[in-house]
């Protein structure tokens, strides 16, 4: 039995420096490994960081000296901090093995094992089976060089990266995340997710996938790096049963369906969604969607009554122009008809657009916001491109010299300085779009007046004002010189 300590690094000192209005989403991916590697034997512990409000500074003083294995993740922004927090475990731990998987990890493997030499091995693509056979392999000093999905340095120093392993084909025999080794009642959901018809219970919180994987190919999206673009489903009746645990062990009211895309037409969906009617918990959910996947207003219908609070749409962009060069293959008519059922469906529901993909201009990011103020989304995002590495849109940028702004503590949702530019415009532009869309959206009289008169409770105040600070604190963002 080996003893393995799985950390969320901090990454507030990362998050800190742009303005937030995120809340605080439990490390699911941790407790997914924590779970199959307990399940097989090992004896397993989750550090999250971010929950306590522990700082790379006092990171030592919560850091055993019995580890045999520690695992972190890696999202670009924070892979600096998971690389401190591996130097810091091993000042106590010497001789334990540092593993580290996540999107970053598995879109350059190569470059991360060479970047931070404290870094014993990598994790391409989904982690568990991998993680266990390289936690059985060092427990019993075994060979591990050839352990499928797995990087590692050779013996003459150079880094070894190995095949993928494949998939998981039934998600149903995986076990339910180790829930039990997380503060649950700490999460929360970010404040756009706002209590908009006064009902809702925020928290407790957590986060819940249904399904891995999305089959579609937007250049800007990373999805592709870890679960690749195969989709695999869980069986209606295993979510209903970590949905009744969550609710009546956990006392959670609050789930953001964390699939890339949620609501698919057929047996299955509706399955859940009569399950979840059925059931009548005090339990409410939001989940992501496709302006193209909305097609039935009964459908619709029963997502609302199921307890859908929130339908989030990656919209991107309102020029058709764009949407083609995203490969998101989209039109103006599916947004504005999505938009139309939502309101007729009676569910709230946000808008994710980017600014600054290659082709965006000045004229086509007018189009964007002046249809989000004709199909009027409950909430409306506004952000800068990032090219996340794994995607078409970093292979671009690299290609076309176009990243300005290389520091991965950067590559954060909004930056104070964009990462790239594209060929019409420059950072200073960017920001200067961004700018112009919170104000144009947010402070038009109508919004603020319908706000205003949906206020049903203080806890509905209290998430409000959460919001209004963020978008406050953008119009502040310093110009770059």
């Known amino acids: 039995m080996a003893n393995v300590f799985l950390i969320n690094a901090p990454y507030t000192e990362v998050y800190s420096k742009v303005p937030t209005a995120e809340g605080l989403n439990p490390p699911l991916g941790l407790a997914y490994i924590a779970a199959y590697l307990r399940e097989n034997g090992h004896e397993i512990k989750i550090l999250d960081c971010e929950a306590f409000k522990i700082g790379l500074k006092d990171l030592h003083k919560y850091i055993p000296s019995d580890i045999d294995v520690l695992g972190v993740g890696s999202m670009s922004a924070s892979v600096n901090s998971s690389n401190k927090t591996i130097e810091i475990v091993k000042e106590r731990n010497p001789d334990c093995k540092a593993v580290m998987g996540g999107s970053h990890m598995s879109a350059i493997p190569e470059l991360t094992l060479k970047s931070y030499p404290k870094l014993d091995y990598g994790i391409m693509g989904e982690a568990e089976e991998t993680m266990l056979e390289l936690v059985n392999a060092i427990e019993k000093e075994k060979d591990t060089e050839n352990i499928l999905g797995t990087a590692s340095r050779a013996k003459d120093g150079n ?18 995340p180790a829930y039990d080794l997380l503060p649950m009642k700490k999460y929360s959901p970010p404040a756009h997710h706002t209590n908009f018809d006064g009902t809702v219970k925020l928290t407790p919180f957590s986060l819940f996938f249904s399904s891995r994987g999305c089959a579609y190919n937007c250049t800007y999206c990373a999805s592709k790096v870890v679960w690749t673009r195969k989709m695999r489903f869980r069986s209606a009746e295993n979510v209903l049963g970590e949905i009744d645990l969550l609710h009546q062990d956990y006392g959670v009211h609050c789930l953001e369906i964390a699939d890339d895309i949620f609501p698919i037409e057929g047996p299955r969906l509706h399955k859940i969604l009569d399950g979840l009617i059925e059931r009548n918990y005090d339990l409410k959910f939001n989940c992501l969607n496709r302006v193209d996947l909305v097609r039935k207003l009964d459908t619709m219908k029963k997502i609302r009554k199921a307890g859908c609070y929130l339908m989030r749409f990656g919209v991107e962009s309102g020029s058709e122009i764009v949407l083609k060069s995203m490969k998101k293959y989209t039109t103006k008519d ?92 420059s950072p200073h532009d960017m920001l200067e779009l961004r700018k112009m869309a919170y104000k144009e959206f947010y402070f038009r009289p109508s919004y603020l007046i319908q706000k205003f008169l949906s206020i049903r409770n203080f806890e509905q105040i209290k998430y409000y004002l959460r919001g209004a600070r963020a978008v406050v604190s953008l119009l502040k963002v310093k110009e770059i010189a």
């Open 159 to 176: 880094v070894r990266v190995n095949p993928r392993r494949s998939l998981i084909e039934d998600l149903d025999k995986m076990p339910y």
């Open 334 to 425: 599916q947004i504005r008809d999505a938009f139309k059922m939502c309101k007729e469906a009676g569910i709230p529901n946000s808008a994710s657009l980017i600014i600054g993909h290659p082709g965006e201009t000045r004229e086509t990011f007018r189009e964007t916001l002046d249809l989000m103020k004709e199909v009027q989304p409950t909430i409306a995002h506004f952000f800068i491109a990032i090219p996340l590495v794994g995607t078409e849109l970093y292979d671009m940028a690299i290609k076309d010299n176009l990243i300005e702004n290389p520091d991965w503590e950067n590559w954060v949702q909004m930056p104070e300085i964009p990462v790239m530019r594209n060929e019409s415009l």
